[in-house]
């Protein structure tokens, strides 16, 4: 069946949002913490699986929910219904720094391969579900492991990148070395392995990792400056130790830098 037809609207710059709008009766659904606001009349209803058209079978139900578990995801996802006789919006937040990415399966041939914790939200009818590796090398150094997503359909979803996106257009046979952290997603025909970086000096005193990753067009690449993992490491790395004050960052001086930061404590 054709999934909903609905207009969107992204707001903000780093710290974007979502704004969908829907006509009577027209469903958007979406992953739990996502929501942030929507007129009254929307109702919200928890739908067990994936987002595709529910099918009255329970197999059907399970094998839904238990990809979406495989992926890292909750058992459920969230529709929202417009319930008036009018159009209505509802948004939804990125949940970190980042950009909102309009992904229109119907020019993407229906299929569109993104990294596990990727997707936003998507109008009724589009199914999100697992894209298992068939290269040992990707699954075990690619950063995604042997399991992405993939969304799937004819209409509109939304996936959410960290930093500033760039999108790039291979053509066939080309080739985009990118690290193993920042792809976002990317289209069906776009051949994905992992490459090893070569070098004793590279590999120990790098500081990029072992591996990066070759994507062969043709096909449509995005790629992300920031992922969260990449800033999550930054911010444990940079959390006081266990018993300390946390004035010690960028400082050689250690209790005379405390000194002069008006700290008395030693």
Same mark, same amino acid.
């Given at each position: 069946?054709?999934?909903?037809?609905?207009?969107?609207?992204?707001?903000?710059?780093?710290?974007?949002?979502?704004?969908?709008?829907?006509?009577?009766?027209?469903? /958007?659904?979406?992953?739990?913490?996502?929501?942030?606001?929507?007129?009254?009349?929307?109702?919200?209803?928890? #739908?067990?699986?994936?987002?595709?058209?529910?099918?009255?079978?329970?197999?059907?139900?399970?094998?839904?929910?238990? !990809?979406?578990?495989?992926?890292?995801?909750?058992?459920?996802?969230?529709?929202?219904?417009?319930?008036?006789?009018?159009?209505?919006?509802?948004?939804?937040?990125?949940?970190?720094?980042? !950009?909102?990415?309009?992904?229109?399966?119907?020019?993407?041939?229906?299929?569109?391969?993104?990294?596990?914790?990727?997707?936003?939200?998507?109008?009724?009818?589009?199914?999100?579900?697992?894209?298992?590796?068939?290269?040992?090398?990707?699954?075990?150094?690619?950063?995604?492991?042997?399991?992405?997503? !993939? #969304?799937?359909?004819?209409?509109?979803?939304?996936?959410?990148?960290?930093?500033?996106?760039? !999108?790039?257009?291979?053509?066939?046979?080309?080739?985009?070395?990118?690290?193993?952290?920042?792809?976002?997603?990317?289209?069906?025909?776009?051949?994905?392995?992992?490459?090893?970086?070569?070098? #004793?000096?590279?590999?120990?005193?790098?500081?990029?990792?072992?591996?990066?990753?070759?994507?062969?067009?043709?096909?449509? /690449?995005?790629?992300?400056?920031?992922?969260?993992?990449?800033?999550?490491?930054?911010?444990?790395?940079?959390?006081?130790?266990?018993?300390?004050?946390?004035?010690?960052?960028?400082?050689?001086?250690?209790?005379?830098?405390?000194?002069?930061?008006?700290?008395?404590?030693?």
């Amino acid at each position: 069946m054709k999934a909903h037809e609905i207009d969107y609207h992204i707001y903000g710059e780093e710290m974007q949002y979502v704004e969908i709008e829907l006509d009577p009766q027209e469903i /958007v659904i979406a992953e739990a913490g996502s929501f942030m606001m929507m007129d009254n009349g929307i109702t919200m209803e928890t #739908i067990f699986g994936d987002g595709s058209q529910q099918k009255s079978g329970l197999l059907d139900k399970l094998l839904s929910a238990g !990809k979406r578990v495989l992926t890292g995801e909750s058992l459920f996802m969230t529709a929202y219904i417009n319930q008036n006789n009018t159009k209505s919006k509802a948004c939804f937040a990125s949940p970190y720094p980042g !950009k909102i990415v309009p992904i229109d399966l119907s020019q993407f041939n229906g299929k569109f391969i993104c990294q596990k914790d990727a997707f936003l939200c998507a109008a009724k009818g589009v199914s999100v579900g697992i894209e298992f590796s068939r290269k040992l090398g990707r699954g075990l150094f690619g950063g995604e492991g042997f399991i992405m997503q !993939k #969304i799937e359909g004819d209409g509109m979803a939304f996936v959410h990148s960290g930093g500033t996106l760039a !999108k790039r257009e291979l053509a066939a046979g080309e080739i985009l070395k990118v690290d193993t952290g920042c792809i976002v997603g990317f289209t069906k025909d776009v051949d994905y392995d992992i490459e090893f970086i070569g070098g #004793i000096k590279n590999s120990l005193f790098g500081g990029e990792g072992l591996f990066y990753a070759t994507l062969r067009g043709p096909g449509t /690449v995005y790629v992300q400056s920031l992922p969260f993992s990449r800033l999550a490491d930054r911010i444990i790395a940079s959390a006081p130790k266990a018993g300390g004050n946390g004035r010690e960052e960028g400082s050689l001086l250690g209790g005379l830098g405390r000194m002069l930061d008006g700290d008395n404590r030693f």
